[in-house]
Structure formats: C-alpha cells, structure tokens
C-alpha cells in the first residue's frame, strides 16, 4: 500500500506558466514533506519541504502548500523554466524518537516547453 | 560545500557474487537511509540508520545487511546477488536538527 502517492506521471507546461505538481498521502503521522527533483542517474536533488503544522513554504520561484485535512500538497513553480524539466518527487518523513523513515512518492516528469 | 558520497559509482557483479556499497554522509549528520531504484521504479526505502543503530528498516532482503560506523559512514552489503538486484542505489543524510536529507549520486550496479 503506497503511502504517498503522485497520480500524475508526466506534466507538459508552456515556459512562463505555472507548473503544478500534486501528492497525496495516508499516514497522518507524517511529520514533514519534502520535494525532490531528479535528472536521470544522479541522485535527487531536495527542493523545498514543509512541516506538517504549516499549510504553505515559499523559497524563490517554488511554493508547496499542504492540505492536512485533505491529506494532500502541492508544489508551485512560478515561472516556470525550461531548466526545470526533470522528476519531481514527492516524500514524507516520519519521525519518532531515534526512528525516522523518509517514503517517496512515484514521481511526475515535469516538462517544461519553450 | 561536501555533499554525501557514495563510492563505487559503478559496480557490475555477477549472480551470487557480495557487494558492497559505502555512503559517507554530510559532516554532522547522524541520520542515513538507503534507497534502491530500479528502472523506471521510484525509489524504495531500504533502511536507515540513527546514531549508528538501526531506526527502521523497509523493503530490505534478507541477503542484504547495513550497518553504521563510529564515523558515521555506512556500508550496505548484499551478497547472494540476483539479476533483479540490478538497480541504482541511493544514500542521503540528514541530522535530527534538520528534516531535510540530501542524496548522493548513486551506486548503479549491474548484476550479469
């Protein structure tokens, strides 16, 4: 049973325009959520995460905003660039005590066309 | 800034051959997890480790074992390798300070 999902495999998006990247998830103990994004054979490249008690985080051109009550965030990439093309991440942590798990999500290959 | 290292980058083994896989995590850092890609799969958590012991395990085999070192370095070990087996293998760090856990580059192994 996935606990993190992204229902989207691929998204196409018009230079300049928002890119919107979505993830939905199962636990509600999750205490942060994180994005990654990937380029093929290197490793995932972190993004920007928020906690599970903030509903949204902003750093430059990416902003995720989580529902909790809908157990779902998203990722926000205004403008986007050609540049950001790659696959997008989704992962949560859960932490308890000295136990931590960090699960991902499936991925969205996010293009971006000029 | 030093990032997360994970050596060999490439490895090829043949079936029921060991091999092992090192991850030296940021300096400071006190956590390490270890994920297995396969093609076109996302990646699996395998197992992590807190303060050089165990704090939780995924999806892990029995012909794989890990363990953390007093230096905070962490080797994964798989023996009795499988074709299956074949996939890229991922290191991140973090410290319990910092949720955010940065990846290395990545073992690919190629099982033949």
Known sequence: DQQVKQNSPSLSVQEGRISILNCDYTNSMFDYFLWYKKYPAEGPTFLISISSIKDKNEDGRFTVFLNKSAKHLSLHIVPSQPGDSAVYFCAALFSSGSARQLTFGSGTQLTVLP | ?112
């Open chain 2, 1 to 112: 800034a030093a990032g997360v290292i994970q050596s060999p980058r490439h490895l090829i083994k043949e079936k029921r051959e060991t091999a092992t896989l090192k991850c030296y995590p940021i300096p400071r850092h006190d956590t390490v997890y270890w994920y297995q890609q396969g093609p076109g799969q996302d990646p699996q958590f395998l197992i992590s480790f807190y303060e050089k012991m165990q704090s939780d395990k995924g999806s892990i085999p029995d012909r794989f074992s890990a363990q953390q070192f007093s230096d905070y370095h962490s080797e994964l070990n798989m023996s009795s390798l499988e074709l299956g087996d074949s996939a890229l293998y991922f290191c991140a760090s973090s410290s319990l300070s910092n949720t955010e856990a940065f990846f290395g580059q990545g073992t690919r192994l190629t099982v033949v």
